[in-house]
């Protein structure tokens, strides 16, 4: 569900008004059945929340949004405040979502929105959702990638500040994040995967015009590297 302060319950409860979801997919909302009660009624939504204790409980029926329910919020929680208790219980959701997919209960997660400051007031010092989702599945390096129809984007760096980012590239990060891109767009049914990497500066350095060799020294030597792989 998100920060319960934040616009998350919102966006669940006008999304799943959508009849045509269901035909996608069977959704799950992890979270506090009263929060999204009273989003729903803050954009004088029609639906119905059904409280679980458990997923397999859930009917998936249009007009009716089963939510696996923690009860973690209280009544009189502020909406766009931050909040240490919603930050907590957005971890606490997150955390419920990974163990039902790790023990294979649910098929997939779609997180609304975290607050990092909240998250932070809560105890949990996490950048964002990669780095939660990588830390509870035991996963050590992980990246994230963009979707549309037509174009992915997977980052190098995340949720770093930029001179950060430009000091933690170096060419074996670039090449292995070129590799879970192609291996992440195989997965999809993409065979032979188009990849373009970006550069740091301007023009990629316009051959030295540019920055200090960034390009030279960091991403060039493994793109020549997959190239002479074959990738």
């Not at 004088?44 to 409280?51: D, T, W």
């Not at 919603?86 to 023990?103: I, M, Q, S, T, W």
């Not at 509870?136 to 963009?146: D, I």
Request: include cysteine; charged fraction near 20%; charge should be neutral.
């Amino acid at each position: 569900m998100g920060d319960a302060a934040g616009i998350g319950p919102e966006i669940i409860m006008r999304a799943l008004g959508h009849a045509e979801i269901y035909q996608r997919c069977r959704p799950l909302v992890i979270g506090d059945a009263a929060r999204l009660q009273l989003a729903c009624s803050c954009i004088n939504g029609q639906l119905a929340v059904r409280a679980l204790a458990d997923p397999a409980d859930a009917r998936f029926r249009p007009g009716t949004v089963d939510c696996l329910d923690l009860q973690l919020i209280p009544s009189g929680l502020p909406w766009g405040k931050v909040s240490a208790i919603a930050g907590d219980a957005a971890f606490r959701y997150l955390e419920r979502a990974v163990a039902l997919a790790l023990a294979k209960r649910i098929d997939a997660i779609c997180t609304a929105p975290l607050n990092k400051e909240a998250l932070h007031a809560g105890g949990h010092h996490y950048p964002g959702h990669t780095e939660i989702l990588a830390a509870l599945t035991g996963t050590a390096e992980v990246s994230m990638m963009l979707l549309t129809p037509t174009l992915r984007v997977i980052h190098v760096t995340t949720h770093i500040g930029l001179i950060d980012a430009i000091a933690k590239i170096e060419p074996g990060l670039v090449e292995r994040t070129i590799l879970r891109g192609h291996a992440a767009l195989a997965h999809a049914g993409l065979a032979a995967p188009r990849i373009g990497v970006c550069g740091i500066n301007p023009h990629a350095g316009e051959n030295g015009l540019f920055g200090y060799g960034e390009e030279e020294e960091k991403i060039e030597p493994a793109i020549r590297k997959l190239v002479a792989r074959g990738l």
